[in-house]
């Protein structure tokens, strides 16, 4: 994406772009043929009132990421 690949300086008086973010790509805990980014940075999503940790985020375990996609995949239903 573009906006990520801008300079840092672009957002003020930055070093870095805080918008570029980096990811590690793990097996899907529940589709084992997929693949899933967690993202090296949190978001804090979390923090917003009645929401969970995003699927990507790289503050939970695998178990509990697991629970969270079956959490939106419930909620989606619904």
Known sequence: ???QEEPGAL???LAAN????RYEIKEH???T???VRVHEVCC???RVPRQMNCTTCPHVTEEEREEIF????C???N
């Open 29 to 31: 805990p529940l589709r």
């Open 44 to 46: 804090l999503k979390f």
């Open 1 to 3: 994406m573009v906006v």
């Open 11 to 13: 957002y003020g008086n």
């Open 75 to 77: 909620a989606k239903m």
């Open 33 to 35: 043929a997929e693949q």
């Open 18 to 21: 805080p918008l570029a973010f």
């Open 70 to 73: 079956k959490q939106h995949i």
